[in-house]
């Protein structure tokens, strides 16, 4: 069968990585032909062909001119006219005015399996107002969800269970070699500092952490909207002196590693362990990634996320469902100019820590003794027990596998009505 595998653009990212890793998987698939269609050519290797549309970069307003959804569609379909099935990846994200109307059409004669990422619902309103013009926002296709968490809410929408799917994303093993012992720990945050990576508790983490702690973010927001937010962070941990540094990947060597090597695998591999501190994730990637780098992973569960993988096996003792404050607030849902406020208290007089409650499956303890536990534990028989479920779960060959019966699931039944109301979508994200 001929696939035709189409986003906005093929550059470094989540969306990109999972394209990467499905064109990888199904490479030794003699039954699929699998294409990549995107609004601009890669900039690195992708180890499938590339086909290039370039109306198919983001627009997030009609242009004079550009032809309209019946314009994007011939597009697409002249680049990949021998197409047997349209695997769109993020379309109803809120990135490109025409594209849900535009695979609408081609849906007309073509199968369409559209992949959620994330949702323009989940606070983009900027996303969801482009979304909100489109005539079909969720057009009749199959769709695929990254979690039963965000299948369950197309289902609620009224996706027919039967063309609702959960796709993981695939994982790769990759250790880092063992950090050097007998130095002190040192906590990785491998992302882009946007703000639902809720920086404010990473420097909480970091005021409360005992002497000789160190923590780094891996780099900057690639949002220009986001860097204003970002630039308070920065110096907010520079005036109060934290231990944190930014942006490191690219910027900064290591410490004790070779002075060349700032890159993001050899971040990974000084660090002794993970951190997340994020408030919103689709399918978690975090929590994976550090049992398949072989760190012990600290910080903040997120449970209609964990729960999906604490299924399949994956354990994660280092992780706190609640940071609450001594008012009983919690700590992420404070906003920056308190969480400034609180994390300046606990640094000026650091017994205030033990007044911060954190709430885990292990019970309740104080911050600073909570902290004092994650970064002493040994988690090597977690490590292990996560990394056989990775194996067994979500590695590239099963992925493979789970997008042939896919594929042949959604080119033997296709979609022909519109099933999903966008406003039960937006009414679900308004009460969670």
Same mark, same amino acid.
């Given at each position: 069968m001929r696939v035709a595998a189409c986003h906005y653009h093929l550059r470094p990212g989540g969306v990109t990585t999972v394209m990467a890793a499905g064109a990888e998987a199904l490479a030794g698939v003699g039954s699929v032909e699998l294409c990549a269609v995107s609004g601009e050519a890669p900039a690195?290797? *992708?180890?499938? @062909?590339?086909?290039?549309? /370039?109306?198919?970069?983001?627009?997030?307003e009609a242009r004079g001119g550009d032809g309209g959804p019946e314009a994007l569609a011939a597009a697409m379909g002249a680049a %990949? @006219?021998?197409?047997?099935?349209?695997? %769109?990846? =993020?379309?109803?994200?809120?990135?490109?005015?025409?594209? @849900?109307?535009?695979?609408?059409?081609?849906?007309?004669s073509t199968p369409l399996l559209l992949?959620?990422?994330? *949702? !323009? #619902?989940?606070?983009? /309103?900027? =996303?969801?107002?482009?979304? &909100? &013009?489109?005539?079909?926002?969720?057009?009749?296709a199959h769709y695929a969800a990254l979690?039963?968490?965000?299948r369950d809410r197309l289902v609620a929408a009224g996706l027919p269970p039967e063309f609702a799917h959960v796709l993981p994303n695939a994982v790769a093993l990759d250790p880092a070699p063992p950090p050097s012992p007998g130095g002190d720990p040192l906590v990785f945050y491998p992302v882009r500092a946007i703000p639902?990576?809720?920086?404010? #508790?990473?420097?909480?983490?970091?005021?409360?952490?005992?002497?000789?702690?160190?923590?780094?973010?891996? %780099? !900057?927001?690639?949002? /220009? $909207?986001?860097?204003?937010?970002? %630039?308070r962070w920065v110096a907010f941990a520079d005036e109060r002196a934290l231990p944190v540094l930014f942006g490191a990947v690219g910027n900064a060597a290591p410490p004790g590693a070779d002075l060349r090597d700032r890159s993001f695998d050899g971040w990974y591999a000084a660090a002794t362990h993970a951190v997340t501190t994020s408030t919103k994730e689709g399918f978690g990637m975090a929590y994976l990634e550090a049992a398949a780098r072989g760190r012990p992973l600290l910080g903040r569960d997120i449970p209609d996320v964990t729960a999906d993988l604490r299924a399949e096996g994956l354990q994660f003792g280092g992780l706190y469902t609640a940071l609450r404050m001594p008012d009983g607030r919690e700590f992420a849902e404070l906003d920056d100019a308190e969480q400034r406020a609180a994390i300046a208290t606990i640094q000026d $007089?650091? /017994?205030?820590?033990?007044?911060?409650?954190?709430?885990?499956?292990q019970g309740v303890r104080s911050l600073g003794e909570w902290l004092a536990r994650v970064l002493g534990r040994d988690?090597?028989?977690?490590?292990?027990?996560? +990394?056989r479920a990775i194996s067994a779960r979500f590695s590239l060959p099963r992925y493979g596998r789970e997008?042939?019966?896919?594929? +042949?699931?959604?080119?033997?039944?296709p979609a022909s009505e519109v099933c999903i109301d966008a406003e039960r979508v937006r009414a679900l994200f308004r009460r969670a």
């Amino acid at each position: 069968m001929r696939v035709a595998a189409c986003h906005y653009h093929l550059r470094p990212g989540g969306v990109t990585t999972v394209m990467a890793a499905g064109a990888e998987a199904l490479a030794g698939v003699g039954s699929v032909e699998l294409c990549a269609v995107s609004g601009e050519a890669p900039a690195a290797p *992708f180890p499938s @062909p590339v086909l290039v549309v /370039p109306t198919l970069c983001y627009q997030s307003e009609a242009r004079g001119g550009d032809g309209g959804p019946e314009a994007l569609a011939a597009a697409m379909g002249a680049a %990949a @006219p021998d197409a047997e099935l349209w695997h %769109a990846h =993020n379309p109803t994200l809120g990135k490109h005015i025409h594209l @849900p109307d535009a695979l609408a059409q081609l849906g007309r004669s073509t199968p369409l399996l559209l992949q959620v990422h994330d *949702f !323009a #619902e989940d606070g983009r /309103p900027a =996303n969801l107002a482009v979304l &909100r &013009r489109a005539r079909t926002p969720y057009p009749a296709a199959h769709y695929a969800a990254l979690t039963r968490r965000d299948r369950d809410r197309l289902v609620a929408a009224g996706l027919p269970p039967e063309f609702a799917h959960v796709l993981p994303n695939a994982v790769a093993l990759d250790p880092a070699p063992p950090p050097s012992p007998g130095g002190d720990p040192l906590v990785f945050y491998p992302v882009r500092a946007i703000p639902r990576k809720n920086l404010g #508790e990473l420097l909480l983490l970091a005021a409360a952490a005992p002497p000789g702690v160190r923590f780094a973010i891996a %780099a !900057a927001p690639d949002n /220009p $909207d986001y860097l204003a937010h970002y %630039a308070r962070w920065v110096a907010f941990a520079d005036e109060r002196a934290l231990p944190v540094l930014f942006g490191a990947v690219g910027n900064a060597a290591p410490p004790g590693a070779d002075l060349r090597d700032r890159s993001f695998d050899g971040w990974y591999a000084a660090a002794t362990h993970a951190v997340t501190t994020s408030t919103k994730e689709g399918f978690g990637m975090a929590y994976l990634e550090a049992a398949a780098r072989g760190r012990p992973l600290l910080g903040r569960d997120i449970p209609d996320v964990t729960a999906d993988l604490r299924a399949e096996g994956l354990q994660f003792g280092g992780l706190y469902t609640a940071l609450r404050m001594p008012d009983g607030r919690e700590f992420a849902e404070l906003d920056d100019a308190e969480q400034r406020a609180a994390i300046a208290t606990i640094q000026d $007089d650091p /017994p205030r820590a033990g007044a911060v409650a954190v709430e885990s499956g292990q019970g309740v303890r104080s911050l600073g003794e909570w902290l004092a536990r994650v970064l002493g534990r040994d988690g090597a028989a977690e490590l292990a027990a996560n +990394r056989r479920a990775i194996s067994a779960r979500f590695s590239l060959p099963r992925y493979g596998r789970e997008l042939v019966r896919l594929y +042949r699931c959604v080119i033997s039944e296709p979609a022909s009505e519109v099933c999903i109301d966008a406003e039960r979508v937006r009414a679900l994200f308004r009460r969670a």
